[in-house]
């Protein structure tokens, strides 16, 4: 398959130049998923799906467009070809637009030592839909769990190859197995719903199926009879699972687009103090095992470890190779991008130094305050950095968990809240984004 999405990939470029380009790169996908729902004990829906879709950039000049298709026939490449080049011909002139030099371009591309993807069979459906059921059934099991609301397993593949005129050819398969439960507790108005899942590029490394749903059926439970908690201030402890939003807010921050409008809360930090002292943020894109690891970007060019924060101070932007030239600054390698649109900045796989404490160290220590275990709703303005968000969780009296609480606001601003973050221990070391529970020491609380 490989092999294919590079001959493809390779045909598109050819036909674009003979069509007028001066340049182009093309980008395929082809993948499979599994999808297996169970409900009640049943099977509800089980999906099976196969599909292809294939992406050009052109450019004549410094014009350029972007073309996409699900279709591989000779005929539709064709057209595809004609079509980019007379869009491009109308397009406005970009000044920064191009591909990289050839001499900017990643020569390691052997992604076996990644291992992005499971070497084990695609697994039979009836292999997912029996983990699904037990998902369900440990869920159930949970006193005071009253309906499970969805179980679900699912499977993917992908192979994904970027060619370009540069010469540039290169392309890597990735696989994903995942398991999630949602369970129900209590009734009528006084229902409420918590979940757990996993998703791993092996299936060997996943959690068991009736550890999943146990806990989403535990997590539900603990929910039951929320109240409002406190208007003031207080400290706000962010767990694990939702502290990650607030480091990706930094990441968004610092996106080389946003820099370049000017709209950015960051956007005069560069070289300044944005964490705590003693904490760094790193992007790793080379971690095996990990979704979004890549030994190349969108534009060809070699990923590499960064530490975008350094001892609590920002290092510099993320950027692609035009917000980089629109920026005077060379490309950080962390180009992304879709087959129907052009290249933009993206940032992969971070990890935020861990604390020496536990979460429940932090509980402890809070005294007073706010556990916030889920998140709904986003006011943040990304040009001040003004932060305000709903949020549930459970109420924290003398440094113990008092009771559930729900329909709360919490609010700050995020410069000066990362500068007081405080982290736990409690990453996930298999994730994407490995960020641990988060103590802010005073924010805006309001409920009632």
């Not at 014009?63 to 004609?82: G, K």
């Not at 920026?327 to 879709?338: C, E, F, I, K, M």
């Amino acid at each position: 398959m490989p092999d294919d999405l590079a001959s493809l990939t390779g045909q598109l470029i050819e036909l674009a130049r003979k069509c007028g380009a001066d340049a182009a790169d093309s980008l395929a996908v082809q993948g499979t998923s599994i999808a297996i729902d169970v409900r009640a004990g049943k099977l509800e829906q089980a999906e099976r799906s196969e599909g292809i879709d294939i992406g050009l950039r052109v450019f004549v000049g410094q014009r350029q467009a972007c073309v996409s298709s699900s279709d591989a026939r000779p005929d539709t490449l064709r057209q595809m070809a004609e079509r980019a080049v007379a869009m491009a011909r109308e397009a406005p002139a970009d000044p920064h637009a191009g591909l990289a030099d050839p001499g900017q371009l990643a020569t390691q591309l052997d992604a076996s030592s990644l291992e992005l993807a499971d070497p084990a069979d695609e697994p039979d459906p009836a292999r997912l839909h029996q983990a699904a059921a037990r998902a369900e059934a440990a869920a159930l099991a949970v006193k005071g769990v009253t309906q499970v609301q969805s179980a679900s397993a699912g499977y993917g593949r992908s192979v994904t190859h970027l060619a370009a005129s540069n010469g540039f050819s290169a392309g890597y398969v990735r696989s994903d197995n995942s398991l999630s439960c949602v369970a129900i507790a209590g009734t009528g108005t006084g229902m409420e719903r918590d979940y757990d899942h996993d998703s791993r590029v092996f299936a060997t490394d996943m959690r068991d199926a009736d550890e999943i749903g146990t806990s989403a059926g535990m997590r539900a439970v603990e929910r039951l009879a929320p109240r409002k908690p406190r208007t003031g201030v207080y400290p706000v402890l962010f767990d694990e699972r939702i502290a990650s939003s607030l480091i990706g807010h930094l990441a968004q921050a610092i996106n080389g687009t946003m820099i370049a409008r000017g709209s950015s809360w960051l956007r005069d930090a560069l070289g300044r103090q944005v964490l705590p002292e003693g904490l760094s943020l790193i992007e790793d894109p080379h971690r095996p095992r990990v979704p979004g690891s890549r030994l190349f970007d969108a534009e060809g060019l070699p990923t590499a470890r960064r530490a975008i924060v350094e001892d609590g101070r920002l290092t510099g932007w993320t950027l692609d190779l035009a917000t980089g030239r629109k920026l005077g600054q060379p490309s950080t390698a962390n180009a992304t991008r879709s087959t129907g649109a052009p290249p933009s900045p993206g940032i992969g796989n971070l990890a935020l130094t861990q604390g020496g404490e536990s979460r429940a160290d932090l509980i402890a220590r809070m005294g007073t305050g706010l556990l916030v275990t889920s998140m709904i709703g986003s006011t943040i303005n990304p040009n001040t950095g003004d932060y305000s968000r709903g949020a549930s969780g459970f109420w924290i009296e003398n440094g113990q968990i008092a009771y559930p609480v729900n329909e709360c606001t919490v609010a700050g601003n995020l410069r000066g809240m990362l500068l007081r973050i405080q982290p736990a221990n409690d990453a996930r070391a298999h994730l994407g984004r490995v960020v641990p529970s988060l103590l802010i020491e005073a924010m805006t609380l309001a409920g009632d």
